[in-house]
């Protein structure tokens, strides 16, 4: 396992490292919406356009 930090717009850091890993690992809160429970822009964005497997992990 290797933390990475990347100067960059959040869910274009996370997805670019993304590349490079074989699991690409989040914590996540679920935002409340009118329409039901939704990921943030990060966690969408890494779900969306990553290239590996994503898990995200929900906050306790």
Request: some cysteine.
């Amino acid at each position: 396992m290797e933390e990475v930090c990347l100067e960059d717009v959040p869910a274009g850091a996370v997805v670019a490292a993304g590349r490079q890993s074989c699991l690409t690992v989040l914590g996540h809160r679920l935002r409340p919406a009118a329409t039901g429970p939704r990921l943030g822009a990060v966690a969408h964005a890494a779900v969306r356009d990553a290239t590996g497997p994503v898990v995200l992990v929900p906050d306790a």
